[in-house]
Every structure is written in structure tokens, then in C-alpha cells.
């Protein structure tokens, strides 16, 4: 099975972009979209934006016209450009593949936005 693995996260000011890139050790049969979730502590996960293979994007009502995702040609990659950061923003974000046996996860990446 194939492995997503997260980067870009870190710690930034409220106000500072941050660039996300998750990507698989392998091609993943049977994708159809790929996403990525948030869990700040103490808060269930939330969806922050899905891409399907088709380019199609979603994104979460807190993110709109801040956050872009978008999926590499390979379809082994996704990136989620965040811009306007805030401090409500700070949480592990993690990647997700979706496939027609199930979701893929990444491990996550701590985004810490404070001042």
C-alpha cells in the first residue's frame, strides 16, 4: 500500500503563507480525489480541501479564498498553498487519498500559527 508522507509544515506569523506538499511512495490504484484535514487539539477533524483527479476542488468554509490545493500531473502529489494564515489555522494537517477500497492517511504536519 502506498505511503503519504506530509512537509511543509512549521511554525509562521498570522498573516504569512505556508506551502503544504504530501506525497506517495508509490502510485495508488484505484485514486479518485485526493484531500487534506485538519485536527487542532481538543476539536474533531475537519476537511480543509479535496481535489479530484479531474481538478475539481473543495474546499472547507474557514479556508475559502485563503487555501488553494491542487494535485500533480503524477497524481502522487498534492500541494496546499495557505495564505492569510491565522492563528485559528494551527493544527496537524493531514493528507488523504481516497481510493475505491478506502482512505489513505498521512501521518500529518504541524502547522503553528502565532505571533
Known amino acids: 500500500q502506498a505511503q503519504l508522507v506530509e512537509s511543509g509544515g512549521g511554525m509562521v506569523q498570522p498573516g504569512e503563507s505556508r506551502r503544504l506538499t504530501c506525497t506517495a511512495s508509490t502510485s495508488i490504484p484505484g485514486l479518485y480525489a485526493m484531500g487534506w484535514y485538519r485536527q487542532a487539539p481538543g476539536a474533531q477533524r475537519e476537511l480543509v480541501a479535496s481535489v479530484t483527479k479531474n481538478g475539481l476542488a473543495n474546499y472547507g468554509d474557514s479556508v475559502k479564498g485563503r487555501f488553494t490545493i491542487s494535485m500533480d500531473s503524477t497524481q502522487r502529489a498534492v500541494g496546499l498553498q495557505m495564505q492569510s494564515l491565522k492563528p485559528e489555522d494551527t493544527a496537524v494537517y493531514l493528507c488523504?487519498?481516497?481510493?475505491?477500497?478506502?482512505?489513505?492517511w498521512g501521518q500529518g504536519t504541524q502547522v503553528t500559527v502565532s505571533s
Open positions: 488523504a487519498a481516497y481510493t475505491a477500497s478506502g482512505t489513505v
